[in-house]
Structure formats: structure tokens, C-alpha cells
């Protein structure tokens, strides 16, 4: 218990320290869970509604079906752009929780001195990170992970056709745990690390947040190679057997050989009799589809998650080691 003491002081000075920024964020957080619940449930409400209707079940038209169509649409819509707009703000996410690590936590200690009065209270500047990174980061992660699993309750409650996005876009797949606490983790650990190499609060915000996103984009631009794509090849002229839910991720024309040829090599035109001979000029048998179905998503979480996590813990470790080797 002893060994304990005294991570204990700096961690309550941390809380303390940003305890307003903690409060406004816990505010926030809490009203966006209340709104998402409560439009996911009226519009659960509206759509088990309207289907039950006369409108829907028998195709009754009229003033009254009229108006209430109008307002199961208006519905409908108010609740996709709240979802467009909660998405976007949970992939943004981590980078401000790393511009906030790296600035008003720590760079400003630094770049004001105060974090010497820390260090002369028998605490070590390891202790000290550890206690600035340890209860801001457990209520960071537990903010994150609830608001996420509440906004894909949301999703799966008021059904597919309340949501304008699809499960492999990048923020519905960056804003679903496992994954959104992957970059939470991974905003922290940046900003830490950021805030010890620069060590100024504006610049130090600046540098995590724009690392973090650079991150983000880069991990949204690889995501489809993280885990083995099902390939599908038909004739030219057949349909796609794929379920509609799956992530097309490329398509093309097949030659004779199984070279593969990009799709607009062939392009439809006004004259029947040009596709033909277009596609037998190049020797074109078939198409194909590189595609996720959506059993894949999982796995897909799964990969991406670990690879933040590791990109967290290096960058931990990589903070850790920078602060020894300044001041020991």
C-alpha cells in the first residue's frame, strides 16, 4: 500500500488541475448519450408505427397518408443527420483528447516550471506521468467507450434505413468499439509523448491533434487490406451474387488469361455494337469483385484495434523513455 502513497497526491492534483474541462466533457458526453437514446427511441417508435399503418400495409393513399409519410420522412432525416454529425464528432475524438494531453496536461506544466513543486514532494517524474495520465485517462476511455457503444445502439435500434452510413465507412467504423477505444488509447499515449518533445501548450495541441489525424486517415486508407478480401468472378453480362450489405473494395474486367483490367475499359456507349467488340479486343471473359461482407467487420475491428494498441504502447514507451533521459 505504501508503494501507492504517493501516486495517489499527483493523481488528485491532476484531477483537480483540469477538473473543469473534466466536468464539461462529462456534461457533453452525458447530453449526447440522453439525445442519441432518446431520437433512436422515437424513431423506433415512428417506424414500428408507420409500418403497422394503413399507409404502409396497403398502400391507402390520400391527404392522410400524404402527411403522414411527410412526417415519418422528416423523421427519418433529422435522425440520419444526427447520426452523420455524432459519427464525425467520435472520429474526431481522439485527436482532441490528444491535443488536450499534449497541451493543458502537460506541455503547460512544463513550459510554465510548475511541475518542479511535483517533483519536490518525494515524487518522481515517472510517478508523476503515470498520475497525469492515469485518472484523466480511465475517465477519457470510459466517456469514449460509452458514447460509442450508445451511438451503435442507435444504429441497430432505429434500423438501417434511419442511417445514412454503412458499417465500413470510416466514421461508423472509427466511432464502434473496439476500435474507438483503440484511438482513444492511442490520442492519450500521443499526447503525452508529443507533450514531452515540445513542451509548448499551443504547438505541442497542434503537433498531437495533427499526428493523431494523420494516424486516423492512414489506418481509414489500409483498412480494407487488414484482413483477406473475398473475390467474386462472373461473367460480363451477369449479375453479382454479393449480399448488398458487403464492402465493395475494387472492381474490374477479367481477360482470357486472368489479367486484370480496370471497369472503364470498356464503357458503355450509345452504339450496341461497340462494347462487344471493345471487350473482345482485350480479350475480356468476365468481371471481377473484390469485396468484405459484412461478417468481416469483425475481424476488421479486431485487426485495427490491435494495431492502435500497439501504436499506443510504443508511444507510451517512447514518453516514458524521453522523460527519464531529460530529467532522469
Known amino acids: 500500500m505504501s508503494t501507492l502513497a504517493p501516486l495517489r497526491g499527483p493523481a488528485r492534483v491532476a484531477v483537480r488541475q483540469h477538473r473543469r474541462a473534466l466536468q464539461i466533457a462529462g456534461l457533453a458526453a452525458v447530453a449526447g448519450i440522453v439525445v442519441l437514446i432518446g431520437y433512436a427511441l422515437w424513431t423506433s417508435h415512428l417506424i414500428d408505427a408507420f409500418e403497422a399503418g394503413p399507409c404502409e400495409a396497403s398502400g391507402v393513399s390520400g391527404p392522410e397518408c400524404d402527411q403522414r409519410i411527410r412526417d415519418f420522412s422528416d423523421a427519418t432525416y433529422r435522425f440520419s443527420r444526427l447520426m452523420t454529425y455524432a459519427s464525425v464528432v467520435l472520429t474526431a475524438l481522439p485527436g482532441v483528447v490528444s491535443a488536450f494531453v499534449a497541451g493543458p496536461m502537460i506541455a503547460r506544466e512544463l513550459e510554465s516550471g510548475t511541475?518542479?513543486?511535483?517533483?519536490?514532494?518525494?515524487?518522481?517524474?515517472?510517478?508523476?506521468?503515470?498520475?497525469?495520465?492515469?485518472?484523466?485517462?480511465?475517465?477519457?476511455?470510459?466517456?469514449?467507450?460509452?458514447?460509442?457503444?450508445?451511438?451503435?445502439?442507435?444504429?441497430?435500434?432505429?434500423?438501417?434505413?434511419?442511417?445514412?452510413?454503412?458499417?465500413?465507412?470510416?466514421p461508423v467504423f472509427a466511432a464502434t468499439p473496439p476500435a474507438s477505444v483503440g484511438y482513444t488509447l492511442l490520442g492519450i499515449a500521443v499526447g503525452a509523448l508529443?507533450?514531452?518533445?515540445?513542451?509548448?501548450?499551443?504547438?505541442?495541441?497542434?503537433?498531437?491533434?495533427?499526428?493523431?489525424?494523420?494516424?486516423?486517415?492512414?489506418?481509414?486508407s489500409l483498412r480494407s487490406s487488414l484482413w483477406p478480401m473475398l473475390t467474386e468472378i462472373r461473367p460480363t453480362e451477369g449479375n453479382s451474387g454479393i449480399p448488398?450489405?458487403?464492402?465493395?473494395?475494387?472492381?474490374?474486367?477479367?481477360?482470357?488469361?486472368?489479367?486484370?483490367?480496370?471497369?472503364?475499359?470498356?464503357?458503355?456507349?450509345?452504339?450496341?455494337?461497340?462494347m462487344p467488340r471493345c471487350l473482345a479486343e482485350h480479350d475480356v471473359t468476365g468481371a471481377f469483385i473484390d469485396y468484405h461482407p459484412a461478417s468481416h467487420f469483425w475481424p476488421l475491428q479486431l485487426v485495427e484495434t490491435g494495431i492502435l494498441l500497439a501504436l499506443a504502447a510504443l508511444a507510451l514507451a517512447l514518453a516514458f523513455r524521453v522523460l527519464r533521459r531529460r530529467h532522469g
Not at 508529443?194 to 481509414?220: K, N, S
Not at 474486367?253 to 455494337?273: H, I, K
Open 244 to 274: 448488398v450489405t458487403s464492402w465493395v473494395v475494387d472492381l474490374g474486367r477479367v481477360t482470357g488469361s486472368g489479367e486484370r483490367l480496370p471497369w472503364e475499359v470498356c464503357v458503355p456507349q450509345a452504339d450496341e455494337a461497340v
Open 194 to 220: 508529443t507533450g514531452l518533445l515540445v513542451r509548448r501548450t499551443v504547438a505541442a495541441m497542434a503537433v498531437a491533434a495533427l499526428v493523431t489525424g494523420t494516424v486516423i486517415a492512414t489506418l481509414g
Open 115 to 170: 511541475y518542479r513543486m511535483a517533483w519536490t514532494q518525494s515524487v518522481t517524474p515517472t510517478r508523476w506521468l503515470a498520475a497525469k495520465l492515469a485518472v484523466p485517462g480511465v475517465l477519457l476511455v470510459a466517456g469514449a467507450s460509452v458514447l460509442s457503444a450508445v451511438f451503435t445502439w442507435a444504429r441497430t435500434r432505429a434500423g438501417a434505413e434511419s442511417s445514412p452510413l454503412y458499417w465500413y465507412e470510416a
